[in-house]
């Protein structure tokens, strides 16, 4: 007897449950709605609808991947960020909530009413952060610099779908290794790997062993990109130029003490919803 969506849903959500899942009952639903690409509303009026053999079977397969630790955004192979919806895979780290507070920072320094100008995004990923830039600012123009092929083939698919791929270039490249030296912009922005080698074994099972560790970790204090971008930004930056980079939840003290305030002025280390010290904006002197 098929199952109707309120059963399957109640089934979901005990098995996600018994599997650890922390929000069990919204990931149950989460996944239906991405089988059946309807809204909430639906699955509420049209609780008693029974589910046909295929879409149970898919669903059922859904959930025992998520139950197995696979993060729902793979599943559905999307996330939400800012103001878009951005493809995601295993090649790329998820875009997170507090990243969102970079954009915000970014968008507040790019006026709308200035030239256009370029922009330099390093460890682009899936270009939640480009991407989110150019949708808002159409006078701007970004570089993304990713060491991932597979990084940048996302990014590339996530632009064109967005309709920012003609202001988008894409490079491969170890930091800023493959730019010329006459590379230079008004502004670099970066969310760049901060966690530490000792803390990924710690991490949530979705995060060590699906996101992509070349984005997580940064060395034994998670701090080995930051120190190298602050000493090679200056030379790809204009005079007064801004560079913005997120930090992980407890390493403000320790990132202030690597800036080096000959070379730069410190603007703001930004605190994210919860008070924590995320996005630190920096202007060359």
Known sequence: MALSIA???????????EAGVAEARQDAALLLLHILDCNRTFLITHSEDPLSAEVEKTYLDFVERRGGGEPLQHITGRQAFFKLEFAVNKDVLIPRPETELLVEVALSLLTETQAATFVCDVGTGSGCIAI??????????????????AALLVAQRNARRLGVADRFQLLASDRFAALTPAAVFPMIVSNPP??????????????????????????????SIIRRLLVE?????????HFLFE??????AAVQSLINKSVWEVLDIHKDLQGIPRIVALRKR
């Open 7 to 17: 059963q399957a849903m109640l089934k979901a959500s005990h098995s996600l449950r």
């Open 247 to 252: 930090i992980g939840f407890d390493q403000d």
């Open 132 to 149: 989110s830039l150019l949708h808002e600012r159409k006078n701007v123009k970004v570089l993304g610099i990713d060491l991932s092929p």
């Open 194 to 223: 901060y966690a530490t080698e000792a803390e990924l074994p710690g991490l949530q099972r979705e995060v060590r062993d699906h996101e992509p560790h070349l984005a997580l970790t940064a060395g034994p204090d998670g701090l």
């Open 233 to 241: 930004a200056p030379d790809y930056l204009v005079k007064r130029g």
